[in-house]
């Protein structure tokens, strides 16, 4: 048993600096993939068409699936923004509603906006190296770079809950995180 917890670990091991999880499948998103998300959409033709670049990568390990198992994944985020929106991910809700998930900061600054799906009540958690967030069950959540530097992040979630994009890609997020003055600022949509 032993061995086959060693082996695992050596299969599964993470790199924050080189943003790498091995034996994990990777999903890659460009500012393309991404229309609608964003606030402003005349800023996001414009940025789209001067090039399509890669704002997030996400790497997903899935060792098992049975009851009780989970799955767990590196969140890459890199920065820069549409019009005065910081780069984010589309955001989803977990397909098995109450399954909840936990988020490290592993480098870089950021959040993750929390919007409860019955009430629509949101939440601004900071998210960087060494803050854990704990995201509960019925809540979308999204991640935004506020710094210089790519924010990485650990997920770690039940092994059912899976990923639903179709809600908020119909409405949305209630709240923008935009840049004033210099700093992020939370804002209604
Ligand atoms: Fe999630």
Redesign the pocket.
């Known amino acids: 048993m032993l061995e086959h917890f060693q082996s695992l670990a050596e299969k599964f091991s993470v790199n924050p600096d080189a943003f790498a999880l091995s034996g994990g499948r990777e999903v890659v998103r460009c500012l393309g993939d991404l229309d609608g998300c964003f606030r402003d959409a005349v800023s996001y033709s414009a940025a789209l068409a001067c090039g399509n670049p890669v704002l997030y990568r996400v790497i997903a390990v899935e060792p098992a699936s049975g009851s009780g198992d989970l799955h767990y994944g590196l969140g890459i985020l890199y920065p820069g923004k549409v019009g005065s929106e910081y780069y984010l991910t589309k955001g989803?809700l977990?397909r098995t509603r109450e399954a909840g998930?936990v988020y490290i900061g592993q480098r870089g600054e950021g959040f993750m906006l929390l919007e409860d799906e019955a009430s629509g009540e949101s939440r601004l958690e900071t998210l960087g190296a060494g803050r854990v967030v704990y995201?509960p069950g019925f809540t979308a959540?999204r991640t935004i770079n506020t710094g210089t530097v790519p924010l990485t992040y650990f997920?770690i979630?039940p092994a059912n809950?899976g990923?639903d994009y179709g809600a908020i890609a119909e409405r949305n997020f209630r709240k923008v995180l935009v840049e004033e003055a210099g700093q992020p600022v939370l804002k209604d949509r």
């Open positions: 989803h977990h998930e995201v959540h997920g979630y809950a990923h």
